[in-house]
């Protein structure tokens, strides 16, 4: 998933489901750089367990500013 970080620091990126629960924090005390940067989540939660296909909110913090965007998993069966 592409994000846009306006000014390269420190970020938080975090994976909730819908009712807004933390699933996994990802890339934890990440420094990232001015610009697109490609985040990879391996579709797993905080204990390594594979994730129900759904709707899940990515979650970018950094510097002051906020960004969130939805992502769908769906696994072929």
Known sequence: MPLRVTSPGPVR???H???GRLVREVLPGATLG???NLIRWDGRDGTGRA???GLY???VESLGERQVRTL???RGR
């Open 13 to 15: 990126v975090t994976v």
């Open 17 to 19: 489901n819908r009712a």
């Open 72 to 74: 769908a998993v769906v």
């Open 57 to 59: 909110l990515v979650a």
């Open 34 to 36: 001015a610009g697109a």
């Open 51 to 53: 994730v129900e296909d």
